[in-house]
């Protein structure tokens, strides 16, 4: 995958949260952004529901100089198996150190609060982690929130409104538009 910086890869941790992913992969694509599901240890990455869903991409096979934006499902086990691998953990880094976009959702914005990224930006994340997110200023409440380049998101149910905030970031507000109405999402 060489070429421009251009593309969102999503990164799939065993017990990841199935619809964190889908959801936002989806609406991407509808607004035509390359998205990669990347698998972090191969193609077959079970979810948090024993869901099996098929990588584009292994963690080995990305080219991480082609990343716009990195988004982080949920999903405890996938948290997990994201926060405990060192190659999940030094793409992050390089992402965040070369201001690429980042983007994670419900329990996943921890993993960037362990990591010093949220330090007194405004974020979101699961009802309840609150106490996991450092000294991130978190937004109780609110389904989605972008300070800098990182974008974070409540819970699955907030997984449509922080896809299109994906959408609108990447591809502008009139893109973001069209794919809401094309899905007839009316949240």
Not at 133 to 152: C, E, F, N, P, Y
């Amino acid at each position: 995958m060489k070429g421009a910086v251009n593309m969102v890869a999503i990164l799939l941790g065993t017990g990841f949260e199935e619809g964190e992913a889908i959801v936002p992969a989806d609406l991407l694509r509808r607004a035509g952004v390359e998205v990669a599901l990347v698998g972090l240890t191969g193609r077959q990455v079970v979810s948090s529901h024993n869901i099996t869903v098929t990588a584009d991409l292994t963690l080995e096979e990305l080219d991480r100089d082609q990343v716009e934006m990195l988004m982080l499902p949920g999903g405890l086990g996938g948290v997990e198996a994201i926060s405990s691998d060192v190659r999940a953990q030094a793409l992050i880094q390089y992402c965040y150190d070369h201001g690429r976009w980042l983007a994670a959702i419900c329990a996943a914005p921890t993993i960037l609060a362990n990591l010093g990224m949220l330090d007194r930006r405004n974020a979101v994340c699961y009802p309840g982690m609150e106490d996991l997110m450092g000294s991130a200023v978190v937004q109780k409440g609110t389904g989605v929130v972008v300070d800098g380049h990182i974008v974070t998101g409540e819970a699955a149910g907030s997984a449509f409104p922080f896809g299109l905030k994906l959408v609108e970031i990447l591809k502008g507000a009139e893109a973001a538009a069209q794919v809401k109405h094309a899905v007839h999402y009316h949240g």
